[in-house]
């Protein structure tokens, strides 16, 4: 018994120290880890790269393509000998030469059928759109690593709830016991309250088990193996009062990213339509090119070449080449349109379901509290009627229930409201 005792008192340590070596993170931390590492971010941030390079490149078309390039090279030509008829020697027929030579070249579009322009302004709105896009990957990372986070918060909570849910338990088993030897209660009193016991350490389990999945969900999206503690803050429970329904849609129209992403990819796929419609136009280019040349025939003397060249290229058919880029970009202008709007849509709606649960978690929260209060004191009223003789095991177990649930209804309410303050404010934009 001593040894099985040491050995539970051992692991018990165990456990503690193991506990209290995880790491913890703070909200703020957590939010800004997970941007760091979560694929959706990151792959937001490369699109924005790629737009500001792809607006430079339209940029670029402005500018003249200047070439230089340099050769040498070293020629043989094998030949039959023969006799030189002046001389009567003879002679071979085989013949060398080296030459180098190293030109300068520049071409510049005078016109591209307005195809510049309106490159410029896709490669612009294309830009605006990963812009609007990042912003909104970070608030829908920062929303799932805040439920993530109130997650692991609450399931730490709950297990508080279910370890004091316990000890009631297993003080009212020593009471039950304790009247059975008096002779003042009967055994199922104390049957009854060790099947309470029991239950009451299978829910201690289970919230244990919710509380390692969810710390391990937490690890996960701030780059970490294992568990990450959430680390409370009395800031979280501060419940805003009454919002202003109708600025709040109106800001949500105005800048909630959602919309913002949805919108600038509409007008990146209209641009994109103006630019395909270029190909209609003919195109004007002035051409430059200056050259030199040396061979070892003329002892490497360099002559100069020069050219200037201006060119009009109209492409008046191209087997439907640009009717169907016109209609495919067309097609992807309708897509895009019907995406924004179906955006400001769904954010309408999601902003009234939003608002409505955060009114009721707000509701729920007092009630919640209150039940607590007054459960409290049942029990309190219950256990002491109980050792008087006055009640039974039954009422007092069944005040001790709902004492569990009303803590358990506290914890749910409290995060409830913080899930649907965490939503709204990523609907928006900005915290509350």
């Given at each position: ?8 008192l ?13 790491r ?9 880890l997970s941007a760091?590492?979560q ?6 941030e ?8 792809l ?6 078309a ?7 390039s ?6 043989f ?28 070249s ?38 799932e690593?805040?439920?993530q ?12 709830v279910?370890?004091a ?7 009212q088993?020593k ?33 244990e ?14 780059g ?12 979280y ?14 800001e ?6 959602r ?16 630019a ?8 004007l ?14 002892d490497?003397s360099?002559?100069?070449q ?6 009009l290229?109209?492409t ?10 016109v ?13 924004a ?18 009114d009721?978690a ?7 509290l ?10 309190r ?6 050792r008087l ?6 009422d007092?177990?069944t ?32 915290t509350?």
């Amino acid at each position: 018994m001593r040894r099985s005792l040491l050995a539970l008192l051992l692991l018990s340590a165990g456990a503690s120290l193991l506990g209290a070596q995880e790491r913890g993170v703070t909200l703020t931390d957590a939010i800004r880890l997970s941007a760091q590492v979560q694929p959706l971010v990151v792959e937001a941030e490369t699109e924005v790269r790629t737009a500001n390079a792809l607006r430079r490149s339209a940029w670029g078309a402005y500018l003249p393509t200047v070439t230089a390039s340099s050769s040498a090279s070293d020629f043989f030509s094998e030949g039959a000998s023969r006799i030189d008829p002046v001389t009567g020697r003879l002679t071979t027929g085989n013949s060398s030469n080296r030459s180098i030579s190293t030109s300068l070249s520049a071409s510049l579009d005078l016109f591209t059928g307005f195809r510049r322009g309106a490159e410029m302004g896709a490669a612009r709105a294309s830009q605006y759109a990963a812009d609007a896009s990042l912003v909104d990957a970070r608030f829908q990372q920062a929303l799932e690593t805040t439920n993530q986070f109130f997650d692991a918060l609450a399931a730490e909570q709950l297990v508080v709830v279910r370890q004091a849910s316990v000890r009631r338990a297993e003080e009212q088993l020593k009471v039950s016991v304790a009247k059975l030897r008096a002779g003042s209660a009967t055994r199922s009193d104390s049957l009854r309250s060790l099947v309470t016991l029991g239950d009451a350490r299978l829910e201690l389990i289970g919230a244990e088990t919710d509380l390692a999945s969810a710390q391990a969900g937490l690890a996960r999206l701030v780059g970490e193996i294992g568990r990450v503690r959430a680390v409370d803050d009395s800031a979280y429970y501060q419940v805003v009062t009454a919002v202003d329904t109708l600025t709040l849609r109106a800001e949500a129209e105005s800048r909630s990213p959602r919309i913002q992403s949805a919108s600038a990819g509409a007008s990146a796929a209209r641009a994109s339509l103006r630019a395909s419609r270029s190909a209609y136009w003919p195109s004007l280019t002035l051409s430059a090119n200056t050259a030199w040349n040396g061979s070892g025939i003329d002892d490497y003397s360099l002559l100069n070449q020069r050219q200037v060249r201006l060119a009009l290229n109209w492409t008046l058919f191209n087997q439907f080449d640009r009717e169907l880029a016109v209609v495919q970009r067309s097609a992807s202008l309708d897509v895009a349109e019907a995406r924004a709007d179906d955006s400001r849509r769904a954010v309408a709606a999601e902003l009234t379901t939003r608002l409505a649960e955060l009114d009721a978690a707000r509701a729920r929260i007092d009630i919640t509290l209150t039940s607590v209060a007054a459960a409290s004191e049942d029990i309190r009223v219950q256990q002491e009627r109980y050792r008087l003789g006055a009640s039974t095991i039954v009422d007092v177990l069944t005040s001790q229930e709902a004492l569990n649930q009303a803590e358990v209804n506290v914890v749910v309410a409290r995060f409830d409201y913080l899930r649907a303050k965490a939503q709204l404010e990523t609907l928006i934009g900005r915290t509350l």
